[in-house]
């Protein structure tokens, strides 16, 4: 067995890859690379690129979404018998909005090793060079495609406290700011785009403005949006209902609650509950 022949042990060995910089992996990660019986990718021809680069020469299988339920009790069998086995996605750290969480849990449950080899994940990445606070952060993965289910998605965020962060693709990310300001409010936030690539950006603003900027020109790469905590400043239920009383008298409940939302800096969606609550006592 060639695990055991270069000293490796037998296990699953999670390895995180570069996420744009071919620079970026790790020493052990190329050696686990080259002493793995196998590489589990997420797409071969992406992988292959890398271990070109790096004199790889370990075969490689698919693992993805579309094969993972079939090939997952050969791969438990393999490691079973004391193959040492590498899972990699395309790039970054596999398990973080990448294919692997049931075979590492399978894994686990049946008492195989898996060991963690750390490096590049672009949550990380963009929060520790975007200036947005970093000693308490909620990651969202990918927001969802559909706008009923995107808005209800960051309705369900809008409370946490900590920066908040999010995946996002270029053609979506206009629409999916300007649903983040309609449940957060207007928060600073921070879209980082290409990291570790040429093109590397990142671009700090409200999210009205930032949602308005992508929705006119939306923008190629890779994308992290992060959204500052939010601040305590907020106004408290005093000052929204005295706003909204006054605007009450001349606008209707869901007017009123879009400008307690511009001008306060609320989410709508708390805005709108307060307008609410004033017109039935009324
Ligand atoms: N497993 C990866 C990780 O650890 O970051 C993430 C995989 S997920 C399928 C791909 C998404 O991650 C992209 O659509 C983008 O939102 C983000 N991403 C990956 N690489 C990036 C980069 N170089 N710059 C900005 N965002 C990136």
Redesign the pocket.
């Known amino acids: 067995m060639k695990a055991e022949n270069l000293s490796l042990k037998p296990g699953l060995y999670v390895t995180a890859t570069p996420?744009?910089n071919l620079g970026d992996i790790t020493y052990r990660a190329v050696a686990v690379m080259k002493g793995a019986d196998l590489i589990l990718c997420e797409d071969t021809r992406q992988t292959a690129k890398l271990c070109a680069a790096y004199d790889v020469k370990t075969p490689r299988m698919a693992y993805q979404d579309h094969n993972a339920e079939r090939v997952r009790p050969e791969i438990l069998d393999r490691l079973r018998n004391g193959e040492a086995i590498c899972l990699v996605?395309d790039?970054?750290?596999?398990l973080?909005?990448?294919p692997g969480f049931k075979l590492v849990r399978e894994a686990r449950e049946a008492g195989i090793d898996v060991f963690p080899l750390p490096g590049?994940?672009?949550?990380i990445a963009?929060l520790s060079a975007s200036g947005a606070p970093s000693d308490r952060f909620l990651f969202g993965g990918f927001p969802p495609a559909k706008k009923i289910a995107r808005q209800k998605f960051f309705t369900d965020f809008a409370d946490a406290s900590g920066t908040l962060i999010f995946?996002?693709?270029g053609n979506r990310l206009g629409d999916s700011l300007a649903d983040m300001g309609a449940a957060f409010g207007d928060r600073d936030a921070v879209v980082?785009?290409?990291?570790?690539?040429i093109h590397e950006t990142f671009h700090r603003a409200r999210l009205r403005a930032l949602a308005a900027e992508y929705a006119s020109a939306p923008p190629k790469?890779?994308?992290?949006v992060l959204v500052f905590p939010k601040t305590e400043t907020t106004p408290d239920s005093d000052e929204i209902d005295a706003f909204l009383e006054q605007a009450l008298t001349e606008m209707s409940v869901k007017e009123a609650a879009a400008a307690a939302a511009e001008n306060l800096n609320i989410p709508r969606r708390v805005a709108y509950e307060h307008a609410l609550a004033l017109r039935h006592k009324s």
Request: hydrophobic share 45%.
């Open positions: 996420i744009g996605s790039a970054g750290t596999p973080i909005a990448d590049a994940s672009a949550v963009a995946y996002e693709t980082a785009r290409e990291l570790t690539k790469g890779e994308i992290v």
